[in-house]
């Protein structure tokens, strides 16, 4: 028990409301602070959207949350859905949280809290004594969304101007003021972390949301990339013509920068290429700063592409820039001859 005039500190927390992405993010945060104090030992999951009755929760957790004694090291368990658990579940759940250990620290989540029901005034009462917190995430929308999608990149080293993030909203279809839906948090976030990995100047720029984000299932620049590695050459002058005609400047301008996006994917590709020849994956993935997400998705790209091959295109492009450049031909005819020497390399 807290000494006399301390401050009893709650073990126990609900992550809830519609946005489900945040409340996503707020257990990950909790669950690598977690690891990062005591290790992954101590930490238990389960969903219980999955659970029938109460021979279906875990043994060792109802174990856990039964025991409270203060020698057996700080435990993590994070609870999801429990607003799905069946009644007699959820009462036994419920049952467990006076006597579950202060070095236990248990998260729950759910969807928007219904206060009607007897689950909900079980947690308030918790929460007035000072058991547990009860955190509701709500989703941003006009305004706060577009705050939000400035905020999340201002995290990340990038800037955009009000006027771009609401660029980035419509060419989304994620615009909260066209819509009675709510908008798609983790698609926006994944739209984001791509224009981050992409981008070649520390501003996010209409022409770079056109190019790299998905706001029409074609005609990417990740398209392009995999058509070249496929080899692909009628799809390559497909996808490149597409993309430069959503562009706003002129056409070498346009082509300056889609190179640039090519040249640095590629990059990217040879030095992981080169680090699953070498055995040394952890420090590649160090370097080119990757979402374990993207890398997963790049090493699928390359399984049938060597390192030498993968460096032959990476050098072919750098060496194109230069011919754009200075060259007085027409850009996208040089452009084109380049994709047809791309594909060729194998």
């Not at 028990?1 to 409340?23: L, R, W, Y």
Request: proline letters at 3%; a positive charge; one cysteine or more.
């Amino acid at each position: 028990m807290p000494k006399k005039g301390q401050e009893k500190k709650p073990h126990i927390f609900v992550f809830s409301g519609e946005n489900s992405f945040a409340v996503e993010e707020k257990v990950v945060f909790w669950r690598n602070e977690f690891v990062k104090k005591y290790g992954s030992n101590g930490v238990y999951a389960c969903d219980g959207a999955g659970m029938q009755d109460a021979n279906s929760f875990p043994a060792q957790l109802k174990n856990l949350m039964r025991s409270a004694s203060l020698f057996g090291g700080s435990k993590l368990s994070v609870i999801k859905n429990i607003e799905k658990l069946p009644e007699n579940v959820s009462e036994m759940l419920l049952s467990y949280i006076p006597v579950t250990a202060p070095s236990h620290f248990l998260v729950f989540t759910i969807g928007k809290i219904d206060k009607r029901k007897e689950l909900f005034k079980t947690l308030q009462k918790y929460e007035k004594n000072g058991t547990l917190v009860i955190e509701e995430f709500k989703t941003p929308r006009d305004s706060q969304l577009a705050q939000w999608v400035q905020n999340r990149f201002a995290k990340k080293g990038y800037a955009i101007m009000p006027e771009v993030a609401a660029f980035f909203l419509d060419h989304l279809g994620q615009n909260g003021s066209h819509t009675f839906e709510a908008p798609d948090m983790m698609r926006i976030a994944s739209e984001i972390s791509k224009l981050c990995s992409y981008l070649n100047e520390k501003e996010v720029t209409q022409d770079a949301i056109d190019t790299i984000t998905s706001g029409e299932p074609s005609g990417k620049i990740f398209d392009l990339s995999d058509a070249i590695l496929a080899g692909n050459l009628k799809n390559a002058l497909s996808i490149s013509h597409t993309l430069v005609s959503q562009q706003r400047g002129a056409i070498k301008q346009s082509l300056l920068g889609l190179l640039g996006y090519l040249t640095k994917e590629m990059r990217g590709l040879a030095i992981l290429r080169g680090a699953l020849e070498t055995h040394n994956t952890d420090a590649s993935e160090k370097l080119l700063d990757w979402s374990p997400q993207r890398v997963w998705i790049a090493k699928k790209k390359i399984h049938s592409r060597s390192f030498d091959q993968l460096l032959s295109i990476y050098k072919m492009l750098i060496y194109s820039e230069w011919d754009l450049k200075r060259s007085s031909l027409n850009p996208q005819a040089l452009f084109d001859t380049l994709l047809y020497r791309l594909t060729a390399i194998h």
